[in-house]
């Protein structure tokens, strides 16, 4: 759901932050906050283990799971209904959480925050308007993924000034108009963390990776880290001074499993109360069991075939066209996806606002139509290329395998080719794969975000190399526009360029699936994974 990024160095000065002592916090009201009384402990099985625990470094979706009850962030998600008597997170309204109000300047450049007051870190410090300006400078600072979120994916430099006027209040002035600001500030890439721990603990080194904050925490979440052994397990216990209502839960014992039956078989038994990561087919497999519920959101992700343009004969409109004619969608979905997910073609899936059910009609699977599409196109067949996989990737891998065969009918040999996650990760950003299988989404849920990196012709994350000029231009109108109705016409006429041009396969929008057992009582979903009101 969320990409792995190679981000500029920006190199940016780190300022110190006042750490003075505040009077005693007060108390804020999340939108699903939980009851104030927290009880048991909740056994929460992951599929991976978080990269780090440095929120300035977090990318992934595993990784920022954790990071966002470990931290505070200056706004979040609202809560809406979910499947199955749950609720889950409407990312299309974001609300106060630490910034508990804000003004927007008539030019929309300049946010005057107003802060809550009496908020402290375990340490004692504050968790003020000085510890964000410290939080966001040294994300800059160290040029990894939290300094892209910083920018909002913008290719320079968003935020012109932070201004400290007081322990409560904070202005942020930004160089061009950003109506997707507050949910970006809703990422757990820039939870706040209290700078009197990271400066005793190797302070911030410009483009350096902070090896201590990776193995431990900082902030004044919800939770705290009670201990963690990499890729192993992570206990976390209720944060007693939390500035909100206290979390649902006291304890929540986190193991990271990455063996898809060892998974499967502690949900069925009972062991787990809540798993996540488990594949489709696993799930599948519990159907009808009385004791566990299937929860299935929606989300931004989709499984993905690439076909970069700077590779002939990809670089061929008619020839690429024909490709997303000749992949069984339907049989897709229901034999490797088990049914959970939904067919579209475009740049937007379903869980976007942005999306456009008119504009983005499935394509048919249809081999007499890819096969006048590749005689029109002038490429001549057999044409033979490589696909790219990663290991451990199973859906990946069964959808290379059943469009192997279906094109081999149309003259195109398709040779896959499994990489590990890092020979994967470093050739797909290296644009150093001829074509390949990925699943991927954007973290922050807005389309000027996501075709930012996915589309944006300059983009170094942009591994289909797409590009269409006229696009850019409107996504950078877009992204400046804040009239809702007004950004959603452009969004459309860009979707009608993007879906002319063919540039990619989207297989199916994924639906993530989490396996409750039936003690579970209350569970949210929201895609970093808010732990908050979790309970049985």
């Excluded at 005793?200 to 919800?222: D, F, L, R």
């Excluded at 007499?368 to 196109?377: H, P, T, V």
């Excluded at 109108?477 to 396969?505: E, H, M, Y």
Aim: hydrophobic share 40%; proline share 7%.
């Amino acid at each position: 759901m969320v990409k792995a990024i190679s981000v500029p160095k920006l190199g940016l000065a780190v300022v110190a932050a006042s750490l003075l002592a505040l009077p005693p916090h007060g108390a804020v009201q999340p939108s699903h906050a939980a009851s104030p009384r927290a009880a048991s402990t909740l056994v929460v099985n992951f599929g991976q283990a978080p990269n780090t625990l440095d929120p300035s470094e977090g990318c992934d979706l595993n990784t920022l799971g954790i990071l966002g009850n470990l931290y505070v962030l200056l706004t979040q998600y609202r809560s809406q209904p979910g499947p199955n008597g749950t609720t889950q997170e409407d990312s299309t309204k974001i609300v106060p959480y630490f910034a508990k109000s804000w003004t927007i300047s008539p030019n929309g450049l300049v946010y005057k925050l107003t802060l809550h007051s009496g908020v402290k870190f375990p340490s004692g410090r504050p968790v003020d308007a000085a510890a964000v300006k410290y939080t966001f400078d040294r994300a800059l600072a160290m040029g990894s993924c939290a300094s892209f979120f910083v920018n909002d994916d913008f290719s320079t430099p968003l935020i012109k000034s932070i201004q400290v006027v007081n322990p409560t209040s904070l202005v942020i002035t930004l160089r061009q108009r950003d109506p997707n600001i507050l949910q970006t500030w809703a990422q757990p890439s820039l939870g706040i963390v209290d700078p009197s721990v990271v400066q005793a603990h190797g302070g911030v080194q410009a483009n350096k990776v902070n090896e201590w904050m990776a193995s431990h925490a900082a902030g004044a979440g919800p939770y705290l880290l009670q201990s963690y052994e990499p890729n192993s397990k992570a206990v976390l216990v209720a944060n007693p001074t939390y500035f909100g209502k206290p979390p649902a839960t006291s304890k929540i014992i986190i193991n990271f499993i990455n063996s898809d039956a060892t998974l499967l078989l502690q949900a069925r038994s009972g062991n787990a109360d809540v798993t996540m990561g488990l594949s489709k087919q696993s799930v599948h497999s519990l159907l009808g069991n009385s004791s566990v519920r299937i929860i299935a959101n929606n989300t931004a992700a989709s499984e993905q075939i690439g076909l970069p343009w700077s590779n002939p004969p990809f670089n061929n409109l008619q020839f690429r066209t024909a490709l997303t004619y000749a992949v069984p969608y339907q049989q897709i979905l229901s034999k490797v996806a088990f049914g959970y997910g939904s067919i579209f073609y475009g740049p937007f899936p379903a869980a976007m606002r942005e999306y456009n059910a008119g504009l983005e009609k499935p394509r048919p699977f249809d081999l007499a139509q890819a096969q006048a599409l590749i005689k029109a196109s002038g490429v001549a067949t057999p044409v033979n290329f490589n696909m790219a996989i990663a290991e451990g990737d199973p859906i990946g891998e069964q959808i290379g395998t059943i469009i192997q065969g279906i094109w081999q009918q149309l003259g195109i040999n398709v040779t896959i080719s499994k990489l590990s996650q890092a020979n994967y990760d470093s050739a797909l950003f290296s644009h150093k794969v001829q074509s390949y299988i990925r699943y991927d989404g954007p973290s922050v849920i807005d389309a000027g975000y996501y075709l930012g990196y996915d589309m944006q012709c300059s983009a170094g994350a942009n591994l289909s190399d797409i590009c269409i000029p006229q696009a850019d231009a409107l996504t950078a109108q877009a992204r400046a526009t804040a009239n809702p109705v007004q950004r959603q016409a452009l969004w459309n006429r860009i979707t009608q360029l993007w879906v002319a041009k063919s540039p990619k396969i989207t297989v199916y929008a994924d639906q993530y699936t989490t396996v409750l057992n039936k003690r579970v009582k209350t569970f949210f979903y929201s895609h970093d994974f808010d732990f908050r009101t979790w309970s049985k």
